[in-house]
C-alpha cells in the first residue's frame, strides 16, 4: 500500500475542491486533491461561473487568463410565463468587475484550477483515486483510504475536506446527520443546435404544466425540460415523438431542429434533491459544497456557493494548517460563516420550488404568472434583486490569504 501525508487532504476534484487546493497551496499548505475519475469530461454539469466567483478569480490575479479561454458573457436572463414575457434578472447593475454571467464548460474551469495549482509545490492532484474509507484514531477523522489504478492509497492528513458531491462518500463514512428538503421535479438535460439568427439570452419558458430552459452555448442550446418528479416512465411512454412535439411548442424557433433528438440515449435525467448536513465537521474533518449542502437548480447558483464555501475554509484553516494547530473550533467557525447563507439560499429555492415550479407543472388550463412575476415585469428596477441573489450570494467572500507559497520556477 502506497502512503502519503500532508497537511491537507481534499476528496472530490469539483469546483471546491479544486478552488480550496489551489488556495490553500498558495498560502503555502501542503494539500492533495483525490479525484475519482480519470479526467474532468463529464457533460451537464453546471457550468455558469457567476459574477462572485469572477470576483474571487480577480482577487487572484487569474480573471484576464480565466477571460482568455473561450466562453460566453450573459448579462441578463429572460423569462417567459404564458404570453408574458420579461427580463427576471439584470447583471448589468451588479457593482462588480465583471458585470455577467461566464458559460464555459465545467471541465475547462476545473482543468484550468488545476493548472494554476500546479504552479505551487505544495498543489498535488491525483486522478482516478477513488475515496472508500476514513482514517480514525481516538474519535478523530485523521487521513482517508482510496484505491488507485495502481493498488491502494493511504493518505495521512491533519484535515480531511469532503467536497465529493452530493454523494459524498465522506459524509457517509463520516456519519454526519444530513436534513432533507425534496423537490417537486427532475430536469432532463439534452443539446440542440444554434444557429446565429437564434437568441443570445439564457431563456426560461414557463407553460401549463411544463418548464423549459435553453442556455447559450455558442453553437449549441443546453436545454433543460423540467418535468415532475418521478414522471419519467410516463413521459417515455408517450414516445419520443411526443417529446420532440413539447419542445417545439416550448420553443417554436426550434421545430426544425428537434428532429436532432434521434433517440432517449442523449437525453440524460437530473435527479433534483435538496438537502444540507447539521453539522459539517467531526475532529480532523469537514464537508463543503454539495456534500454540505445539496443545492435545487434554481437559479444555478451551486458551483458558486461551492466556491464560496471553498474561499472561506482558507481564509479561516489557512494558518492554523500551516502552523500545525488546527482545531475543532476553527472548523466550526466555516460552518458558522457559510451556514447562513447556504440556508438562506434553500429558502429562497425551495420558496420558487413550492410557489412557482409545482403549481406550473401541476396546473391546467391558462396559466396565470405569479404575482412576483408581475411585479418584476411592471418595475424594471426590481431585476436587481434576482441579479444580486444569483450573482452575488447573500455573503459573497473575498481572498484573504497571502500568496506565501512561491510559483514554481518555469510554472509560466
Request: proline content about 6%.
Amino acid at each position: 500500500m502506497k502512503t502519503l501525508s500532508v497537511r491537507c487532504c481534499i476528496a472530490g476534484g469539483g469546483p471546491a475542491g479544486m478552488m480550496l487546493g489551489l488556495l490553500l497551496a498558495r498560502a503555502g499548505v501542503e494539500v492533495v486533491v483525490l479525484e475519482k475519475h480519470a479526467d474532468f469530461l463529464r457533460d451537464f454539469r453546471g457550468d455558469t461561473i457567476h459574477p462572485s466567483t469572477l470576483e474571487v478569480l480577480y482577487e487572484l490575479g487569474l480573471l484576464d487568463r480565466f477571460l482568455a479561454l473561450p466562453h460566453q458573457e450573459v448579462s441578463r436572463i429572460n423569462g417567459q410565463f404564458g404570453d408574458l414575457a420579461l427580463t427576471v434578472a439584470d447583471f448589468s447593475t451588479l457593482s462588480t468587475r465583471c458585470r455577467f454571467v461566464a458559460f464555459i464548460p465545467q471541465w475547462d474551469f476545473l482543468d484550468f484550477l488545476a493548472e494554476e495549482g500546479a504552479r505551487y509545490s505544495g498543489f498535488h492532484l491525483r486522478m482516478q483515486a477513488e475515496v472508500v474509507g476514513l482514517i480514525e484514531e481516538a474519535g478523530s477523522v485523521v487521513g482517508l483510504r482510496a484505491n488507485m489504478p495502481d493498488g491502494p492509497l493511504e493518505v495521512r492528513a491533519s484535515l480531511v475536506v469532503g467536497a465529493d458531491g452530493r454523494h459524498s462518500t465522506v459524509r457517509s463514512h463520516a456519519g454526519l446527520s444530513v436534513e432533507e428538503f425534496g423537490a417537486p421535479m427532475d430536469v432532463l438535460w439534452f443539446r440542440l443546435s444554434r444557429r446565429p439568427s437564434d437568441p443570445s439570452d439564457p431563456i426560461g419558458r414557463f407553460d401549463t404544466g411544463r418548464i423549459f430552459i435553453m442556455l447559450n452555448r455558442g453553437d449549441y442550446w443546453q436545454c433543460g425540460f423540467v418535468i415532475a418528479k418521478g414522471s419519467l416512465a410516463q413521459i417515455r411512454a408517450k414516445g419520443l415523438p411526443a417529446f420532440r412535439d413539447a419542445v417545439a411548442q416550448l420553443a417554436p424557433f426550434m421545430a426544425g431542429r428537434v428532429g436532432e433528438l434521434h433517440d432517449w440515449e442523449p437525453i440524460k435525467l437530473l435527479t433534483v434533491q435538496v438537502d444540507r448536513l447539521r453539522q459539517w465537521y467531526r475532529p480532523g474533518l469537514l464537508c463543503i459544497g454539495d456534500a454540505a449542502h445539496a443545492m435545487s437548480p434554481v437559479g444555478g447558483v451551486g458551483i458558486n456557493l461551492a466556491i464560496q464555501d471553498a474561499v472561506a475554509t482558507a481564509n479561516f484553516l489557512a494558518s492554523p494548517l500551516r502552523a500545525g494547530r488546527l482545531t475543532t473550533g476553527d472548523l466550526r467557525l466555516v460552518q458558522e460563516r457559510r451556514e447562513w447563507p447556504t440556508n438562506m439560499t434553500q429558502r429562497v429555492q425551495l420558496a420558487i420550488q413550492n410557489r412557482v415550479i409545482r403549481p406550473v407543472l401541476g396546473g391546467s388550463g391558462t396559466l396565470t404568472p405569479p404575482f412576483a412575476v408581475r411585479l418584476l415585469a411592471r418595475f424594471p428596477f426590481l431585476r436587481r434583486i434576482p441579479a444580486r441573489m444569483i450573482g452575488l450570494g447573500f455573503r459573497s467572500e473575498h481572498v484573504q490569504t497571502s500568496a506565501v507559497e512561491p510559483v514554481l520556477a518555469g510554472a509560466d
